[in-house]
């Protein structure tokens, strides 16, 4: 069955660490999209890529990083700059890069800083 | 504003009719959406709207649309447990690339 796979399900972090997050999707949709989801914000966009070896700043950039090297993976890093990094992570993904007929989500991670 | 906007909590009687109520930003979107998230889960596409229409049904689901003023809504009909969830409208901004912008999302509450 074509999905979005996430792992792993739950992560905890240390201070100080980097660590990355994995999305895998074999519905070879174009778009891929990672969201982080606090309670009551809703969610609010990190990073998105509409192509392979290519992606853009979404509104809360700042401390996490990602790369597109195969259509099919877009694992995201949240580094030790990002003060703040406990929340649920959730990717996405779209066959239309104009975001037409909505996304496709994963089941999310949940990071935890101890 | 920027934000698509909704009611965060609402809560009914198994068997009424929920209705859910979004204000969103962009006129220029083309879809809109509702989506459906259960705890630890991630989010569960609804239904969509095309921006040329009015209205949708699709089984216990209905959705509305006042493009005059910024307004879906989705009613939920013969609500069950099962239907407790939080629920999340979406717009398509096709000036920024296409993202989908989220509201805060609405915890519906279903009491038996």
């Known amino acids: 069955d074509g999905g979005i796979t996430q792992s792993p399900k739950y992560l905890f972090r240390k201070e100080g660490q980097n660590v990355t997050l994995s999305c895998e999707q074999n519905?070879?949709?174009?778009?891929m999209y990672w969201y982080r989801q606090d309670p009551g914000q809703g969610l609010r966009l990190i990073y998105y890529?509409?192509?392979?070896?290519?992606?853009q700043k979404g509104d809360i950039a700042e401390g996490y990083s990602v790369s597109r090297e195969k259509k099919e993976s877009f694992p995201l890093t949240v580094t030790s700059a990002q003060k703040n990094p406990t929340a649920f992570y959730l990717c996405a993904s779209s066959i239309d890069v104009r975001g037409n007929y909505g996304y496709t989500f994963g089941s999310g991670t949940r990071l935890t800083v101890v | 504003g920027e934000d698509v906007e909704q009611s965060l909590f609402l809560s009914v009687r198994e068997g009424d009719s929920s209705v859910i109520n979004c204000t969103y930003t962009d006129s220029s979107s083309t879809y809109l959406y509702w989506y459906k998230q259960e705890p630890g889960a991630g989010l569960q596409l609804l239904t969509y709207?095309?921006?040329?229409?009015d209205m949708k049904q699709d089984q216990r689901l209905t959705v509305l649309l006042n493009k005059k003023d910024k307004h879906l809504s989705l009613r939920i009909a013969d609500t069950q447990t099962g239907d407790s969830a939080i629920y999340f409208c979406?717009?398509?901004?096709?000036?920024?690339?296409?993202?989908?912008?989220f509201g805060q999302g609405t915890e519906l509450s279903v009491k038996p």
């Open positions: 519905l070879n949709h174009d778009a």
């Open positions: 709207i095309f921006s040329n229409m």
């Open positions: 979406a717009e398509t901004r096709g000036n920024q690339g296409g993202k989908l912008i």
């Open positions: 890529s509409q192509i392979v070896n290519d992606f």
